[in-house]
Structures are given as C-alpha cells and as structure tokens.
C-alpha cells in the first residue's frame, strides 16, 4: 500500500447555499494563487441536519520544490 506524504492542508467549508455554489470558483482560485502547492489527495464530506446542509473540501498537498 503507498502511503501518501503531505506537507499542508487547505480546508474550504461553508453551510450557505450562495457560497457553497462558488465553492468551485473559490478552490480554484486559491488554487491558481498557490502554484508551489501540489495537490496529492482530497476528501469532500458532506453533513446536514433539519436546518444546515455542509459541504466541505480538504485539499492535501505538499509544496513542490
């Protein structure tokens, strides 16, 4: 089994539908600011109860050389 290093951890979370619909746009963007992060895993988890509905991506990188 290959074990996947990591250096840092980026975390994006909202419970607002508005936000949660730019999510996509906001990893981008962070994205294409952090070019030395070179992404080697990521986990979307999602959670609601009667009222909030969350989304939260965690990016897993390490910084390129």
Not at 32 to 50: F, G, R
Request: aromatic share 10%.
């Amino acid at each position: 089994m290959a074990v996947i290093q990591f250096t840092g951890v980026k975390i994006f979370s909202t419970t607002l539908a508005r936000d949660r619909e730019m999510m996509g746009e906001t990893i981008t963007r962070w994205i294409k600011d952090n070019p030395q992060a070179d992404i080697v895993d990521k986990v979307v988890t999602q959670s609601s109860d009667k009222e909030f509905h969350c989304l939260t991506v965690t990016l897993f990188y390490r910084h390129k050389s």
